[in-house]
Structures are given as structure tokens and as C-alpha cells.
């Protein structure tokens, strides 16, 4: 196989026009194909109907503490449901808070509660800073991005390595200036590259010195059970307990939910962080709440019973979403291999690929993609500010479609891919 980068202008003018003609092809079909976001498919959520069953709370709206789930309280979630996570996370019960159905929820009051009011009892306000950074590996989760991009947080984008973020560059930004306040990260299985933290990286990030004595780690945990395969599942290390035994347990605040274990829209969340920041936390929610919806945290209680259950259950999960994966890798294989244009990551978990072509030609493909029918989450999504620095990176995200509008997405996909390399190549 010829790469493109081998190729005379000729033969990539022969070779483009033959990819207009298939992509014409695929233009005619009329397609309608949705590839932009992360979200379980339907199968998935079919797993989860069982929650609604009688049978989960027998007409029992008690929690095991005898409290009522139908009335007010229990600003913290109730014990049954913390104990899950509280295995699940490695974390004592008292260092964690459980939620409504978003995380990210939790992550924008954090900030907003950071900004309005500071981090600790005695901390200044960050507002009351003439600037406040943050450091955003990437590509990263474009509405972690976003919440930075509301409240005029400046972003600070450190590249990642196959291990994780570029920790001389982390560490060189949060010794150097008080106003970088904190870090985001997707520690395993990150969105959209799949890669999982390395022990050192994770030892870095809890010892490095920090110019501000008011610096967070928000840790995103989003895909924590996420396993794609069984025997090549990958566990990140625990940041709160590193922090604690470097000296720093304020540092982390560890987040988490159910949005893909049962169902986005009507699952449960958490923060995790040492006992002080979870005592300053629910000092500041039980203002702004009585309680959270208790009556849905029982029902996640019940239905999921323990951490050996969510495990099994994940596992079945994967069933049906790894022959997605699979899919997507084999047609980029078949399409791209060999060709000097791509390459793509197949990560062992998570929801997502990260796929990188020649520079200068993600938004052409996203174009190219929409014009023919095929919604791809935007070029530069990935990065802050919505700016990919080489316009190459494209998110993949493949559990929506059936298997069979997946395998024609991607066949389209290569094909505006092939064509807006051969179009960059030749100029």
C-alpha cells in the first residue's frame, strides 16, 4: 500500500477523485448518523429497567438509618448508598458526599462555590484574585472546558503522554504562579484518548509543590468501572490516599456517578475528598438544599446492591458496547492502516477513541462528515477554548449507533478522512 505522503500530486489527484465519487455515494444515501456524543445506547439502558420493578422497594421507603426517603434529609445520601461507593472508591464513608444524577453538577458548584467563597474556612474567595488558571491536559472533556470558559478561568493546556499529563510542564505551571488554582482530570480511561494515570504520575500530582496553598485536583472518575475487558482492565492509583501520605489530603476532590452504570438522566452521583473539605462541602449544601432525592438513591441501593454487583454488572455493559469498539478499529484498519494519514488509540475501557490525522484537517473532516449525513463532535472540542493547536484530533465516540450504522459511519468517516488529507498533501 502506498502511503499519501509517498504519492506524487498526480496520483493524489487520481486518488481524490476516486474518493469523491465513493463519498458522492455515500452524500446520495441521505444518511442521518450521529456519532457526536458518549451516551449509553439503548441496550444498555434496558439493563437498568429492572429498577423500576416493585420488587426493589416492596412499598418500603425506609433507609436502613429509618429514615423516610420520601421526606426530608440526609444531606450527605443515605448510609446504604455511601457504603457502595465507599468500596467501590477505597474511601472511608465520612469522605464522601452522594448526589443527584450529575457529577458535573457537582464539579460547577465546586468551582463556583471556590470562587464565591474559597476552598477552605479561612481561604480567600478566588474572585478576589486578579486571575485565576487552571490547567487542562489535553485533549481533554470539553464541558470541564466550559465550565472554565463561564466563569473566566483562564486554561492553561498541557499536552498528554501515554501515561497521562506532561508532569514537568504541570509542575512547572503550579510552582511558578499562586493565581493556577487547580488541575482537571479524567485520571482512567480519560476522555477521549482512554489513557489511565501511571502510579508516578498519580505520585507527582499528590507531592508536587504548588504556589497556592489553595490548589485543587478536581479528579473526574468518570469511567472508574468502565472496563471494556475483563483481562486487560486498568485501575488508576488512589489520589486521595497518596494525598494524605504526601501531606497534602485537601488537594483532591474525587468525583464520580452512575450516568453510564444505570441511567444518565436519573442516576446517582458523588464527591469524594479528605473529611475537612467534605465537612466544609456539606456546610455550604445544606443551604442551598433539605436533601437530595433520596427515594432514587434507595432505589440505586437496591437494584445495585454492592460493589461485586455494579462489577457484574459493568461487565455486562461491555457485552454489549467492546463488538462497537472492535467495529471501529477493524474498519480504520481496513480503511487507513499502512497509508500515512492516521492513527487512533483502542483503549481497554472508557467511552471513547482519540483519532489523529494529518494537521490541518479535522475541521475538513468534520465538514466533509456533516455534508454527507454524519454528526461528529466539533474539531477542537477537545481542547480549550475550542482550539486544536494542529486542527488533527477528533473524538470517536462509538456505543450509540446499531452496529451496523456504526460500521457505515466509520466507512464514511475514513473516506472524508482520506479525502481531506489527500486535499491538504496536495497544496
Known amino acids: 500500500m502506498t502511503k499519501f505522503t509517498d504519492m506524487s500530486r498526480q496520483e493524489l489527484m487520481q486518488e481524490h477523485e476516486l474518493l469523491i465519487s465513493r463519498y458522492n ?3 446520495d444515501m441521505g444518511l442521518k448518523l450521529d456519532m457526536s456524543r458518549g451516551k449509553p445506547c439503548k ?11 416493585e420488587s426493589v422497594l416492596h412499598g418500603d421507603y425506609n433507609c436502613e438509618n429509618g429514615t423516610d426517603s420520601r421526606n426530608y434529609g440526609i444531606i450527605d445520601g443515605i ?32 468551582i463556583s462555590r471556590a470562587l464565591l467563597l474559597g476552598v477552605a474556612q479561612n481561604d480567600r474567595p478566588w474572585k478576589e484574585y486578579s486571575s485565576v488558571k487552571f490547567i487542562c491536559p489535553s485533549p481533554g472533556y470539553d464541558r470541564h472546558f466550559a465550565i472554565c470558559g463561564l466563569y473566566g478561568i483562564k486554561m492553561l493546556p498541557v499536552k498528554m503522554n501515554p501515561d497521562g499529563p506532561d508532569m514537568d510542564a504541570v509542575e512547572k505551571l503550579a510552582v511558578e504562579d499562586a493565581s493556577v488554582k487547580g488541575i482537571w ?44 475487558y475483563e ?39 458523588v464527591i469524594a475528598s479528605s473529611k475537612a473539605n467534605i465537612d466544609y462541602a456539606k456546610d455550604q449544601i445544606k443551604i442551598q438544599t433539605i436533601g437530595p432525592d433520596k427515594i432514587n438513591q434507595l432505589r440505586h441501593a437496591r437494584f445495585l446492591k454492592s460493589a461485586q454487583d455494579i462489577y457484574e454488572l459493568m461487565r455486562r455493559h461491555a457485552e454489549i458496547i467492546r463488538p462497537k469498539f472492535e467495529a471501529v478499529n477493524s474498519v480504520l484498519t481496513e480503511e487507513l492502516a499502512g497509508k500515512g494519514i492516521a492513527s487512533w488509540t483502542t483503549p481497554a475501557g472508557g467511552y471513547f477513541m482519540s483519532f489523529s490525522t494529518v494537521e490541518g484537517c479535522a475541521k475538513r473532516i468534520e465538514t466533509l462528515a456533516k455534508e454527507a449525513g ?18 488533527n484530533n477528533i473524538r470517536i465516540s462509538p456505543t450509540v449507533p446499531p452496529l451496523d450504522s456504526l460500521k457505515l459511519s466509520m466507512h464514511l468517516f475514513c473516506v472524508c478522512v482520506q479525502i481531506a488529507a489527500a486535499e491538504k498533501l496536495m497544496k
Open 25 to 27: 455515494t455515500y452524500k
Open 43 to 53: 441496550e444498555q439502558l434496558d439493563l437498568i429497567n429492572g429498577m423500576f420493578d
Open 79 to 110: 448510609p446504604e448508598l455511601k457504603r457502595i461507593f465507599a468500596e467501590l472508591l477505597d474511601i472511608s464513608e465520612n469522605e464522601l458526599i452522594v448526589s443527584g444524577n450529575s457529577s458535573l453538577n457537582i464539579m460547577h458548584d465546586m
Open 185 to 228: 482530570c479524567v485520571p482512567q480511561y480519560s476522555n477521549p484518548e482512554g489513557i489511565t494515570y501511571s502510579n508516578r504520575v498519580v505520585e507527582r500530582l499528590a507531592k508536587m509543590e504548588t504556589k497556592a496553598n489553595d490548589f485543587r485536583i478536581f479528579w473526574d472518575n468518570a469511567y472508574f468501572v468502565h472496563d471494556l
Open 231 to 269: 483481562e486487560k482492565k486498568e485501575r488508576v492509583m488512589n489520589i486521595i490516599k497518596e494525598c494524605k501520605a504526601a501531606g497534602n489530603p485537601d488537594r483532591p476532590y474525587v468525583f464520580a456517578s452512575t450516568s453510564k452504570i444505570t441511567f444518565p438522566g436519573a442516576g446517582v452521583s
Open 374 to 391: 454524519l454528526v461528529l463532535t466539533p474539531a477542537g472540542a477537545t481542547y480549550p477554548y475550542g482550539i486544536d493547536p494542529n486542527d
